[in-house]
């Protein structure tokens, strides 16, 4: 007979969804006469290991309702890169307290963690359920339409441009916003969804999709300077010259690194503070702004997706019905099936770990410096209901009296 003992842990960055993928998990799991506990571990992996477990069936439905629409991964999560030996041992937690459904809400590397530890269950024929959950705001995960926590991040990009661009519309220069997105440009490219009028910013995206050559964003940021009187750009985190190198990393002298010798792009200013410097230095303009959006894209508190809300609820849900009405492990996916409505489906877990998905072509336009009418339509539902909307007044000029 099954233990009826379940673990569900979060991974990876938080995003403003992620506790409503955690709380489809324990609600759903009750459904379910043969689970007799469901665990939560304390910060991701790294909790298995040290065996820091809460029990999640002793909380109310009331206080998990609560906990689903605050931001933030609530049982804590973890950067830790797990390899074989790592997911060895927490294979041997998960034995030690007869835990055979084990869920993972995270990224690519959580994925591929599931993966491992799936394939170390089968060997030594432990009979654990291992499902991954979909979770980034990067949007970067294969075979999905989009993911849990991309949608409401992307409307916190959409409205943070559309503020930036009012407020550069009153005091003209040139502003730049960097955004998430080592690899993908998903959310920098929602910076778009924000303008309503012909001139809004941002007038110039650039994505980590295409090369980035400073000669030709100089000539770019000028043209549209000289057009405009002004200025708004949104750049990814990402960029990188043609080799593949990190423009940050080109253009400044000393950046940090992180556990696995990755640039540390999020977190710091440095990115947005030598392009001002570039612009400034290089094409003369006086008022030259930048800001990084940093870590306040991840779980703003107060502009959430509720298509988002809902869909993160769904994947929780569906990966235990897919724990234990199915018959295999794997990833939870989302499918759009219409204009707008998603189904889900389990993919199989190798083809989803460690990949990385990045912005199709047709979402890119011609230029590299701009998005298509195709990525609008893609994105438009997901941001939900309520955007805001930016007005203008109606210029009725007066007649000059003093020549």
């Not at 029990?55 to 689903?68: I, R």
């Not at 409307?155 to 661009?165: H, K, S």
């Not at 309520?386 to 000059?400: E, I, N, Q």
């Amino acid at each position: 007979m099954p233990s009826g003992k379940i673990l569900v842990a979060q991974g990876g960055g938080p995003t403003a969804v992620i506790n409503q993928s955690l709380v489809g998990v324990a609600l759903e799991a009750r459904r379910f006469r043969q689970v007799e506990r469901v665990y939560g571990a304390r910060h991701g992996v790294r909790g298995i290991i040290n065996e820091e477990f809460v029990d999640l069936t002793q909380e109310t439905s009331h206080n998990l309702e609560l906990v689903a629409n605050t931001p933030s991964s609530a049982l804590g999560s973890t950067r830790d890169k797990p390899d074989l030996k790592y997911c060895q041992e927490i294979f041997q937690v998960l034995r030690a307290h007869e835990i055979e459904h084990f869920f993972y809400i995270g990224g690519n590397d959580s994925s591929d963690t599931v993966r491992i530890v799936s394939e170390e269950a089968r060997k030594a024929g432990y009979p654990l359920r291992s499902i991954h959950i979909p979770k980034t705001i990067d949007n970067d995960l294969v075979g999905n339409d989009h993911t849990p926590g991309f949608p409401s991040a992307a409307r916190f990009v959409a409205q943070a441009f559309a503020g930036a661009n009012l407020d550069n519309a009153a005091l003209p220069g040139v502003y730049v916003g960097v955004v998430m997105g080592r690899h993908a440009g998903f959310l920098t490219a929602a910076s778009a969804l924000g303008k309503k009028f012909p001139d809004d910013g941002p007038h110039l995206i650039y994505l980590p999709e295409r090369t980035f050559i400073l000669e030709k964003f100089l000539a770019d940021v000028k043209a549209t300077y000289e057009r405009f009187g002004r200025c708004v750009i949104a750049v990814s985190e990402g960029i990188h010259d043609a080799s593949g190198t990190p423009i940050a990393s080109l253009l400044a002298k000393d950046l940090e690194h992180d556990a696995h010798g990755n640039v540390q792009l999020s977190g710091t200013g440095a990115l947005a503070d030598l392009l001002c410097e570039e612009i400034k230095s290089k094409l003369g303009i006086k008022r030259v702004r930048g800001d990084t959006f940093g870590y306040l894209q991840r779980s703003f508190i107060g502009c959430v997706s509720d298509v988002d809300q809902r869909e993160a609820r769904e994947v929780g849900e569906k990966a235990v019905q897919f724990a234990f009405w199915g018959d295999r492990d794997g990833s939870v996916a989302i499918r759009r099936t219409g204009y707008y409505s998603v189904e889900y489906e389990l993919l199989a877990l190798d083809a989803v770990a460690g990949k990385t998905r990045t912005m199709e072509d047709e979402f890119i336009a011609a230029s590299g410096t701009d998005i298509t009418d195709a990525f609008r339509l893609y994105l438009r539902p997901l941001l939900g209901s309520g955007m805001p909307d930016a007005f203008r007044l109606r210029h009725s000029p007066v007649a000059k009296v003093r020549g």
